[in-house]
Protein backbone atom coordinates (compact mmCIF):
# COMPACT_ATOMS: atom_id res chain seq x y z
CA UNK A 1 0.00 0.00 0.00
CA UNK A 2 1.37 3.22 -0.55
CA UNK A 3 2.32 5.56 2.19
CA UNK A 4 4.14 9.14 2.63
CA UNK A 5 6.14 10.18 6.16
CA UNK A 6 6.86 13.77 6.47
CA UNK A 7 8.86 15.20 8.74
CA UNK A 8 10.21 18.40 10.01
CA UNK A 9 13.29 19.13 12.02
CA UNK A 10 12.39 19.36 15.97
CA UNK A 11 12.64 22.67 16.83
CA UNK A 12 14.76 23.97 19.79
CA UNK A 13 12.39 25.55 22.37
CA UNK A 14 15.65 27.84 23.72
CA UNK A 15 13.89 30.34 21.96
CA UNK A 16 10.12 30.91 20.28
CA UNK A 17 8.70 30.07 17.07
CA UNK A 18 9.39 32.43 13.87
CA UNK A 19 8.90 32.52 10.54
CA UNK A 20 11.92 30.16 9.54
CA UNK A 21 10.43 27.50 11.61
CA UNK A 22 7.16 28.23 10.13
CA UNK A 23 8.53 28.02 6.71
CA UNK A 24 9.87 24.49 7.10
CA UNK A 25 6.40 23.50 8.83
CA UNK A 26 4.31 24.92 6.10
CA UNK A 27 6.34 23.18 3.63
CA UNK A 28 5.51 19.83 5.09
CA UNK A 29 1.79 20.54 5.64
CA UNK A 30 1.22 21.36 2.25
CA UNK A 31 2.73 18.04 1.38
CA UNK A 32 0.69 16.24 3.51
CA UNK A 33 -2.59 17.99 2.35
CA UNK A 34 -1.78 17.14 -0.95
CA UNK A 35 -0.80 13.66 -0.20
CA UNK A 36 -3.67 13.02 2.05
CA UNK A 37 -5.75 14.22 -1.04
CA UNK A 38 -3.61 11.51 -3.45
CA UNK A 39 -3.58 8.13 -1.13
CA UNK A 40 -6.39 8.95 1.69
CA UNK A 41 -5.68 10.28 5.50
CA UNK A 42 -4.91 7.22 6.72
CA UNK A 43 -1.47 6.74 4.75
CA UNK A 44 -0.12 9.97 5.41
CA UNK A 45 1.83 10.77 8.63
CA UNK A 46 3.23 14.25 9.03
CA UNK A 47 5.37 14.41 12.40
CA UNK A 48 6.88 17.47 13.73
CA UNK A 49 8.15 18.38 17.53
CA UNK A 50 10.41 20.49 20.25
CA UNK A 51 14.07 19.30 20.82
CA UNK A 52 14.53 20.14 24.38
CA UNK A 53 17.80 18.67 25.84
CA UNK A 54 21.14 20.00 26.32
CA UNK A 55 22.99 22.89 27.92
CA UNK A 56 21.58 25.76 26.01
CA UNK A 57 17.93 24.61 26.81
CA UNK A 58 19.17 24.51 30.30
CA UNK A 59 20.61 27.71 30.45
CA UNK A 60 18.04 29.10 29.03
CA UNK A 61 15.47 28.04 32.06
CA UNK A 62 18.02 29.16 34.13
CA UNK A 63 18.04 32.83 32.88
CA UNK A 64 14.09 32.77 33.52
CA UNK A 65 15.01 31.11 37.11
CA UNK A 66 12.73 28.24 36.05
CA UNK A 67 13.09 23.90 36.38
CA UNK A 68 14.35 22.98 32.99
CA UNK A 69 11.09 20.71 32.20
CA UNK A 70 8.70 23.94 33.37
CA UNK A 71 10.40 25.81 30.73
CA UNK A 72 10.27 23.29 28.18
CA UNK A 73 6.46 22.85 28.87
CA UNK A 74 5.94 25.97 28.24
CA UNK A 75 8.34 27.16 24.86
CA UNK A 76 7.07 23.64 23.81
CA UNK A 77 3.32 25.08 23.92
CA UNK A 78 4.67 27.56 22.10
CA UNK A 79 5.34 26.15 19.10
CA UNK A 80 2.16 24.12 19.41
CA UNK A 81 -0.06 27.28 19.69
CA UNK A 82 1.51 28.74 16.58
CA UNK A 83 1.26 25.74 14.30
CA UNK A 84 -2.28 25.40 15.64
CA UNK A 85 -3.00 29.33 14.66
CA UNK A 86 -1.32 28.75 11.13
CA UNK A 87 -3.70 25.69 10.99
CA UNK A 88 -0.85 23.13 10.69
CA UNK A 89 -2.44 19.62 10.21
CA UNK A 90 -0.01 17.32 11.85
CA UNK A 91 -0.51 13.74 12.90
CA UNK A 92 2.14 14.02 15.50
CA UNK A 93 3.65 16.51 17.87
CA UNK A 94 7.25 14.90 19.64
CA UNK A 95 8.94 16.05 22.52
CA UNK A 96 11.96 14.85 23.55
CA UNK A 97 11.19 14.60 26.92
CA UNK A 98 8.17 12.78 26.27
CA UNK A 99 8.61 9.74 28.26
CA UNK A 100 8.04 7.13 25.32
CA UNK A 101 10.95 8.72 23.82
CA UNK A 102 13.41 8.73 26.56
CA UNK A 103 12.91 5.41 26.88
CA UNK A 104 13.31 4.11 23.30
CA UNK A 105 16.24 6.05 23.16
CA UNK A 106 17.72 4.37 26.03
CA UNK A 107 17.26 1.09 24.08
CA UNK A 108 18.86 2.80 21.23
CA UNK A 109 21.93 3.81 22.82
CA UNK A 110 22.65 0.23 24.60
CA UNK A 111 21.64 -1.33 20.93
CA UNK A 112 24.69 1.23 19.47
CA UNK A 113 27.25 0.42 22.46
CA UNK A 114 26.26 -3.85 21.34
CA UNK A 115 26.96 -2.92 17.93
CA UNK A 116 30.26 -1.69 18.69
CA UNK A 117 29.69 1.65 16.84
CA UNK A 118 30.50 3.72 20.17
CA UNK A 119 33.98 3.90 21.45
CA UNK A 120 35.63 5.60 24.54
CA UNK A 121 38.01 8.84 23.98
CA UNK A 122 39.11 12.02 25.78
CA UNK A 123 37.42 14.90 24.45
CA UNK A 124 40.12 18.15 24.71
CA UNK A 125 38.45 21.57 24.54
CA UNK A 126 38.59 25.09 26.38
CA UNK A 127 36.83 25.09 29.83
CA UNK A 128 35.32 28.48 31.30
CA UNK A 129 34.84 27.29 35.17
CA UNK A 130 32.14 30.42 35.13
CA UNK A 131 30.10 29.57 32.69
CA UNK A 132 30.52 25.13 33.71
CA UNK A 133 30.63 24.90 29.85
CA UNK A 134 33.12 24.42 26.86
CA UNK A 135 34.01 27.28 24.69
CA UNK A 136 35.70 27.77 21.60
CA UNK A 137 38.06 29.66 20.27
CA UNK A 138 35.92 31.50 18.53
CA UNK A 139 33.83 33.15 21.44
CA UNK A 140 36.71 34.00 23.40
CA UNK A 141 37.75 38.20 23.49
CA UNK A 142 41.39 38.67 23.98
CA UNK A 143 41.40 35.18 25.16
CA UNK A 144 38.89 35.23 27.23
CA UNK A 145 35.97 34.38 28.13
CA UNK A 146 33.77 37.38 27.55
CA UNK A 147 30.83 36.53 30.40
CA UNK A 148 33.79 35.92 33.13
CA UNK A 149 36.30 37.94 31.75
CA UNK A 150 38.65 34.92 32.53
CA UNK A 151 41.07 33.29 30.64
CA UNK A 152 39.20 29.24 30.29
CA UNK A 153 40.98 26.47 31.39
CA UNK A 154 42.78 23.38 29.30
CA UNK A 155 40.47 20.42 29.77
CA UNK A 156 40.32 17.09 28.66
CA UNK A 157 36.63 15.39 29.63
CA UNK A 158 36.12 11.89 28.81
CA UNK A 159 33.07 10.98 26.38
CA UNK A 160 31.77 7.93 24.25
CA UNK A 161 32.04 8.70 20.48
CA UNK A 162 30.22 7.67 17.22
CA UNK A 163 32.90 5.40 14.77
CA UNK A 164 31.30 7.66 11.63
CA UNK A 165 34.79 7.17 10.08
CA UNK A 166 33.38 3.62 9.69
CA UNK A 167 30.09 4.24 7.55
CA UNK A 168 31.31 6.89 5.43
CA UNK A 169 32.16 4.93 2.85
CA UNK A 170 28.94 3.23 2.48
CA UNK A 171 27.27 6.39 3.48
CA UNK A 172 28.89 7.96 0.24
CA UNK A 173 27.75 4.84 -1.76
CA UNK A 174 24.20 5.13 -0.96
CA UNK A 175 24.20 8.66 -1.50
CA UNK A 176 25.30 8.00 -5.18
CA UNK A 177 23.27 5.01 -5.91
CA UNK A 178 20.68 7.26 -4.60
CA UNK A 179 19.46 4.85 -1.84
CA UNK A 180 19.92 8.11 0.31
CA UNK A 181 18.26 11.20 -1.50
CA UNK A 182 19.24 13.96 -0.64
CA UNK A 183 17.94 17.34 -3.08
CA UNK A 184 18.82 19.27 -4.55
CA UNK A 185 21.11 18.23 -6.70
CA UNK A 186 23.65 21.12 -5.24
CA UNK A 187 23.35 19.67 -2.01
CA UNK A 188 24.05 16.01 -2.37
CA UNK A 189 27.10 17.15 -4.00
CA UNK A 190 28.01 19.19 -0.93
CA UNK A 191 27.58 16.43 1.06
CA UNK A 192 29.99 14.22 -1.24
CA UNK A 193 32.39 16.99 -1.26
CA UNK A 194 32.26 17.11 2.93
CA UNK A 195 33.01 13.10 3.02
CA UNK A 196 35.57 13.59 0.08
CA UNK A 197 37.97 15.96 1.96
CA UNK A 198 37.75 14.04 5.02
CA UNK A 199 36.60 16.62 7.32
CA UNK A 200 34.34 14.86 9.31
CA UNK A 201 35.37 13.64 12.47
CA UNK A 202 33.71 11.09 14.55
CA UNK A 203 30.83 12.71 17.01
CA UNK A 204 30.54 12.49 20.35
CA UNK A 205 27.26 11.28 21.90
CA UNK A 206 28.11 11.49 25.40
CA UNK A 207 29.02 14.29 27.77
CA UNK A 208 29.38 14.79 31.15
CA UNK A 209 27.06 15.55 33.52
CA UNK A 210 28.74 18.57 34.49
CA UNK A 211 28.78 20.13 31.17
CA UNK A 212 25.39 18.63 29.95
CA UNK A 213 23.20 18.46 32.85
CA UNK A 214 19.81 18.51 30.99
CA UNK A 215 19.10 14.95 28.97
CA UNK A 216 18.98 11.27 28.50
CA UNK A 217 20.95 9.36 31.21
CA UNK A 218 23.70 7.16 29.35
CA UNK A 219 22.54 3.83 30.21
CA UNK A 220 26.00 2.35 31.37
CA UNK A 221 28.17 5.12 32.33
CA UNK A 222 26.27 6.71 35.35
CA UNK A 223 29.13 10.17 34.63
CA UNK A 224 27.53 11.19 31.01
CA UNK A 225 24.18 12.09 29.52
CA UNK A 226 23.60 11.33 26.02
CA UNK A 227 24.55 14.62 24.05
CA UNK A 228 22.13 16.51 21.59
CA UNK A 229 22.14 14.57 18.49
CA UNK A 230 21.43 10.77 18.68
CA UNK A 231 18.36 12.03 21.50
CA UNK A 232 17.50 14.41 18.78
CA UNK A 233 17.76 12.78 15.28
CA UNK A 234 16.09 9.29 16.51
CA UNK A 235 12.91 11.24 17.04
CA UNK A 236 11.99 10.15 13.34
CA UNK A 237 11.60 6.65 14.40
CA UNK A 238 10.75 6.91 18.11
CA UNK A 239 8.01 9.10 17.18
CA UNK A 240 6.45 5.57 14.88
CA UNK A 241 7.30 3.67 17.96
CA UNK A 242 10.24 1.96 16.63
CA UNK A 243 11.06 -1.24 16.97
CA UNK A 244 7.54 -2.64 17.25
CA UNK A 245 5.05 -0.31 16.86
CA UNK A 246 2.44 -0.50 13.36
CA UNK A 247 3.37 2.68 12.66
CA UNK A 248 7.17 2.44 12.67
CA UNK A 249 6.61 -0.87 10.25
CA UNK A 250 4.04 1.19 8.35
CA UNK A 251 5.75 4.33 7.50
CA UNK A 252 9.89 4.23 7.88
CA UNK A 253 11.74 5.15 5.81
CA UNK A 254 10.64 8.84 5.74
CA UNK A 255 9.47 9.82 2.14
CA UNK A 256 10.39 13.62 2.96
CA UNK A 257 12.37 15.07 5.83
CA UNK A 258 12.40 18.46 5.28
CA UNK A 259 14.95 21.10 7.10
CA UNK A 260 17.70 24.13 6.10
CA UNK A 261 21.08 23.54 5.48
CA UNK A 262 22.06 24.42 9.01
CA UNK A 263 21.87 21.06 9.90
CA UNK A 264 22.52 18.97 6.92
CA UNK A 265 25.32 17.78 7.55
CA UNK A 266 23.68 15.84 10.74
CA UNK A 267 20.62 14.62 8.77
CA UNK A 268 23.48 13.55 5.59
CA UNK A 269 26.14 11.59 7.77
CA UNK A 270 25.31 11.25 11.47
CA UNK A 271 21.90 10.26 11.04
CA UNK A 272 22.27 7.66 8.20
CA UNK A 273 25.24 6.32 9.93
CA UNK A 274 22.76 5.30 13.10
CA UNK A 275 20.77 4.21 10.59
CA UNK A 276 23.01 1.90 9.45
CA UNK A 277 24.15 0.88 12.81
CA UNK A 278 20.73 0.09 13.21
CA UNK A 279 20.15 -2.12 10.06
CA UNK A 280 17.08 0.48 8.91
CA UNK A 281 16.83 2.02 5.62
CA UNK A 282 17.60 5.01 4.44
CA UNK A 283 15.12 8.48 4.20
CA UNK A 284 15.21 10.90 1.87
CA UNK A 285 16.02 14.23 2.81
CA UNK A 286 14.94 17.69 0.92
CA UNK A 287 16.97 20.90 2.15
CA UNK A 288 15.86 24.19 1.33
CA UNK A 289 17.57 27.93 1.93
CA UNK A 290 18.31 30.00 5.26
CA UNK A 291 16.77 33.03 4.09
CA UNK A 292 17.28 36.71 5.69
CA UNK A 293 14.88 39.26 6.59
CA UNK A 294 15.19 42.58 4.71
CA UNK A 295 18.72 41.33 4.00
CA UNK A 296 19.31 40.40 7.19
CA UNK A 297 20.07 37.90 9.63
CA UNK A 298 17.35 36.89 11.89
CA UNK A 299 18.28 38.21 15.27
CA UNK A 300 17.09 39.34 18.54
CA UNK A 301 19.58 41.90 19.03
CA UNK A 302 18.08 43.44 15.56
CA UNK A 303 14.94 43.14 16.37
CA UNK A 304 13.87 41.24 12.70
CA UNK A 305 12.57 38.43 14.37
CA UNK A 306 9.07 37.70 12.59
CA UNK A 307 6.43 36.17 14.46
CA UNK A 308 4.28 33.74 12.51
CA UNK A 309 1.40 34.82 14.93
CA UNK A 310 1.85 38.06 13.62
CA UNK A 311 1.57 37.59 9.86
CA UNK A 312 -1.54 35.36 11.45
CA UNK A 313 -3.33 38.36 13.06
CA UNK A 314 -2.65 40.75 10.09
CA UNK A 315 -3.61 38.33 6.95
CA UNK A 316 -4.98 35.29 8.31
CA UNK A 317 -3.08 31.58 8.26
CA UNK A 318 -3.93 30.93 4.74
CA UNK A 319 -2.90 34.03 3.33
CA UNK A 320 -0.38 34.05 5.21
CA UNK A 321 1.16 30.72 4.31
CA UNK A 322 0.66 31.69 0.92
CA UNK A 323 2.80 35.09 1.03
CA UNK A 324 5.46 32.98 2.53
CA UNK A 325 5.85 30.09 -0.01
CA UNK A 326 4.97 32.47 -3.05
CA UNK A 327 8.39 34.29 -2.75
CA UNK A 328 10.70 32.39 -3.25
CA UNK A 329 11.85 28.75 -4.64
CA UNK A 330 12.05 25.88 -2.33
CA UNK A 331 16.04 25.25 -2.18
CA UNK A 332 16.87 29.07 -2.74
CA UNK A 333 18.93 30.80 -0.66
CA UNK A 334 16.37 34.15 -0.41
CA UNK A 335 15.49 37.00 1.23
CA UNK A 336 11.91 37.43 2.93
CA UNK A 337 10.80 41.29 1.84
CA UNK A 338 8.01 41.86 4.40
CA UNK A 339 7.29 45.27 2.71
CA UNK A 340 6.09 43.22 -0.89
CA UNK A 341 3.32 41.22 1.57
CA UNK A 342 0.81 43.93 1.27
CA UNK A 343 1.64 44.54 -2.26
CA UNK A 344 1.48 40.64 -2.97
CA UNK A 345 -1.43 40.19 -1.54
CA UNK A 346 -3.40 43.42 -3.16
CA UNK A 347 -2.27 41.84 -6.58
CA UNK A 348 -2.45 38.15 -6.30
CA UNK A 349 -5.05 37.82 -4.08
CA UNK A 350 -7.26 40.49 -4.09
CA UNK A 351 -6.66 41.58 -7.66
CA UNK A 352 -6.37 38.33 -8.74
CA UNK A 353 -7.99 35.09 -7.34
CA UNK A 354 -10.56 37.39 -5.54
CA UNK A 355 -11.67 39.54 -8.56
CA UNK A 356 -11.89 36.77 -11.22
CA UNK A 357 -14.54 34.59 -8.40
CA UNK A 358 -16.13 37.72 -8.37
CA UNK A 359 -16.45 38.70 -11.77
CA UNK A 360 -16.97 34.81 -13.35
CA UNK A 361 -20.16 34.47 -10.80
CA UNK A 362 -20.98 37.95 -10.71
CA UNK A 363 -21.88 37.41 -14.56
CA UNK A 364 -23.14 33.81 -14.47
CA UNK A 365 -25.60 35.36 -11.65
CA UNK A 366 -26.07 38.25 -14.07
CA UNK A 367 -26.86 36.62 -18.05
CA UNK A 368 -27.19 32.89 -17.10
CA UNK A 369 -29.57 33.19 -14.07
CA UNK A 370 -27.04 31.93 -12.00
CA UNK A 371 -27.61 28.27 -14.15
CA UNK A 372 -24.27 26.78 -15.68
CA UNK A 373 -23.32 23.07 -15.85
CA UNK A 374 -19.35 22.03 -15.39
CA UNK A 375 -18.01 19.20 -16.26
CA UNK A 376 -16.21 18.31 -13.11
CA UNK A 377 -12.91 17.05 -14.72
CA UNK A 378 -9.61 17.33 -12.18
CA UNK A 379 -7.12 18.88 -14.56
CA UNK A 380 -3.98 18.31 -11.79
CA UNK A 381 -3.56 21.97 -12.30
CA UNK A 382 0.47 22.52 -10.04
CA UNK A 383 0.28 18.52 -9.23
CA UNK A 384 3.30 17.98 -11.13
CA UNK A 385 4.71 20.00 -9.18
CA UNK A 386 3.93 19.81 -6.13
CA UNK A 387 4.97 15.90 -6.67
CA UNK A 388 8.34 17.37 -7.23
CA UNK A 389 8.22 19.78 -3.93
CA UNK A 390 8.01 22.96 -6.28
CA UNK A 391 6.08 24.47 -3.64
CA UNK A 392 6.48 28.28 -5.41
CA UNK A 393 6.13 27.07 -8.61
CA UNK A 394 2.60 25.01 -7.57
CA UNK A 395 1.51 28.32 -7.00
CA UNK A 396 2.24 29.90 -10.31
CA UNK A 397 0.75 27.63 -12.49
CA UNK A 398 -2.36 28.04 -11.12
CA UNK A 399 -1.73 31.91 -11.18
CA UNK A 400 -0.93 31.27 -14.54
CA UNK A 401 -4.16 30.50 -14.98
CA UNK A 402 -5.95 33.46 -13.29
CA UNK A 403 -4.03 35.78 -14.99
CA UNK A 404 -5.03 34.22 -18.30
CA UNK A 405 -8.95 33.92 -17.20
CA UNK A 406 -8.83 37.82 -16.07
CA UNK A 407 -6.96 39.06 -19.28
CA UNK A 408 -9.56 36.76 -21.55
CA UNK A 409 -12.11 38.49 -19.80
CA UNK A 410 -11.50 42.18 -20.58
CA UNK A 411 -10.43 40.84 -23.94
CA UNK A 412 -13.88 39.04 -24.93
CA UNK A 413 -15.62 41.79 -22.84
CA UNK A 414 -18.80 39.36 -21.74
CA UNK A 415 -20.71 42.57 -20.88
CA UNK A 416 -20.83 43.35 -24.36
CA UNK A 417 -21.80 40.03 -25.62
CA UNK A 418 -25.29 39.87 -23.63
CA UNK A 419 -26.52 43.08 -25.06
CA UNK A 420 -27.21 40.93 -28.79
CA UNK A 421 -29.20 37.72 -28.15
CA UNK A 422 -27.20 36.26 -31.23
CA UNK A 423 -24.75 36.25 -29.02
CA UNK A 424 -25.81 33.87 -26.28
CA UNK A 425 -24.02 30.65 -26.99
CA UNK A 426 -20.45 32.13 -27.21
CA UNK A 427 -21.45 34.12 -24.08
CA UNK A 428 -21.80 30.70 -22.41
CA UNK A 429 -19.37 29.03 -23.77
CA UNK A 430 -16.65 31.26 -22.40
CA UNK A 431 -19.16 31.38 -18.98
CA UNK A 432 -18.38 27.55 -19.11
CA UNK A 433 -14.97 27.29 -19.84
CA UNK A 434 -13.84 30.28 -16.95
CA UNK A 435 -15.69 28.39 -14.32
CA UNK A 436 -14.15 24.78 -15.53
CA UNK A 437 -11.27 27.36 -14.97
CA UNK A 438 -12.23 28.52 -11.76
CA UNK A 439 -13.03 24.36 -10.73
CA UNK A 440 -9.58 23.41 -11.42
CA UNK A 441 -7.89 26.63 -9.51
CA UNK A 442 -10.00 25.84 -6.19
CA UNK A 443 -9.11 22.33 -6.26
CA UNK A 444 -5.13 22.97 -7.08
CA UNK A 445 -5.46 25.20 -4.19
CA UNK A 446 -6.82 22.75 -1.61
CA UNK A 447 -3.45 22.00 -0.18
CA UNK A 448 -2.37 25.52 -0.10
CA UNK A 449 -5.80 26.78 1.41
CA UNK A 450 -8.13 24.33 2.33
CA UNK A 451 -10.85 26.83 3.50
CA UNK A 452 -10.58 29.36 0.79
CA UNK A 453 -10.40 26.00 -1.95
CA UNK A 454 -13.59 25.29 -0.54
CA UNK A 455 -15.29 28.14 -0.17
CA UNK A 456 -14.64 28.35 -4.03
CA UNK A 457 -15.84 24.66 -4.74
CA UNK A 458 -19.43 25.95 -3.04
CA UNK A 459 -19.94 28.66 -5.02
CA UNK A 460 -18.78 27.27 -8.36
CA UNK A 461 -21.09 24.02 -8.04
CA UNK A 462 -23.52 25.51 -6.42
CA UNK A 463 -27.18 24.82 -8.39
CA UNK A 464 -27.91 28.46 -8.77
CA UNK A 465 -23.99 30.29 -8.61
CA UNK A 466 -24.34 33.52 -7.28
CA UNK A 467 -21.56 35.80 -6.78
CA UNK A 468 -19.88 36.01 -3.09
CA UNK A 469 -21.93 38.60 -0.52
CA UNK A 470 -18.45 39.66 0.96
CA UNK A 471 -15.16 39.48 -0.84
CA UNK A 472 -13.19 36.68 -0.73
CA UNK A 473 -9.77 38.56 -0.19
CA UNK A 474 -11.00 41.85 1.39
CA UNK A 475 -8.80 44.92 0.39
CA UNK A 476 -6.31 45.81 3.02
N1 LIG B 1 16.96 21.03 17.18
C1 LIG B 1 17.69 21.10 15.97
C2 LIG B 1 17.15 20.14 14.94
C3 LIG B 1 17.08 18.72 15.35
S1 LIG B 1 16.31 17.74 14.15
C4 LIG B 1 16.61 16.19 14.58
C5 LIG B 1 17.62 22.51 15.42
N2 LIG B 1 16.60 23.29 15.82
S2 LIG B 1 16.33 24.79 15.30
O1 LIG B 1 15.28 25.31 16.13
O2 LIG B 1 17.51 25.54 15.24
O3 LIG B 1 15.71 24.61 13.89
C6 LIG B 1 16.48 24.65 12.71
C7 LIG B 1 15.55 24.55 11.53
O4 LIG B 1 14.56 25.60 11.61
C8 LIG B 1 16.19 24.75 10.16
O5 LIG B 1 16.80 23.58 9.66
C9 LIG B 1 14.99 25.18 9.37
O6 LIG B 1 14.16 24.08 9.12
C10 LIG B 1 14.29 26.12 10.31
N3 LIG B 1 14.84 27.47 10.25
C11 LIG B 1 15.27 28.22 11.29
N4 LIG B 1 15.67 29.43 10.84
C12 LIG B 1 15.53 29.51 9.52
C13 LIG B 1 15.78 30.51 8.55
N5 LIG B 1 16.25 31.69 8.84
N6 LIG B 1 15.53 30.18 7.27
C14 LIG B 1 15.02 28.96 6.90
N7 LIG B 1 14.78 28.02 7.79
C15 LIG B 1 15.03 28.24 9.10
O7 LIG B 1 18.44 22.84 14.58
Known amino acids: MEKFYITTPIYYVNDKPHIGHAYTTIVADVLARYW???????NVYF?????????????????????????????????????SNMEIDYNHFIRTTDKEHVKIITDILNTLKDKGVLYEDNYEGLYCVGCEKFITEG?????KCPDHN????????????FKLSDFLPKIKAAIESGELAI??????????????????????????????????DLPWDDDQKTYVWVDALSNYITALDYPKGEDFK????????????????????????ILMALDLPMPKLYIHGFFTIDGQKMSKTLGNVIDPNELVEQYGAEVSKYLILSQFSFGQESDIRVEDFPVKYNADLVNGLGNL??????????????????????????SEELKQLRFREALLTIW??????????????????????????????????????????????????????????????????????????PRL
Open 36 to 42: RAQIGED
Open 47 to 83: LTGTDEHGAKIAEAAEAEGIEPQAFTDKVSQKFKDAW
Open 139 to 143: ELVDG
Open 150 to 161: KEPDNVTEKNWF
Open 183 to 216: YPESRKNEVLGLIDKQHVPDFSISRSKKSVPWGV
Open 250 to 273: KYWPADAQFMALDILKFHALYWPA
Open 357 to 382: VNRVTNMIEKYLDGQIEIDTKDMGLG
Open 400 to 473: QVIAKDNSLIDQEKPWELAKDEANKDKLKSLLKELSLDLYNIALALKPFMPNKSKEILDIITAKKVTKPSEPLF
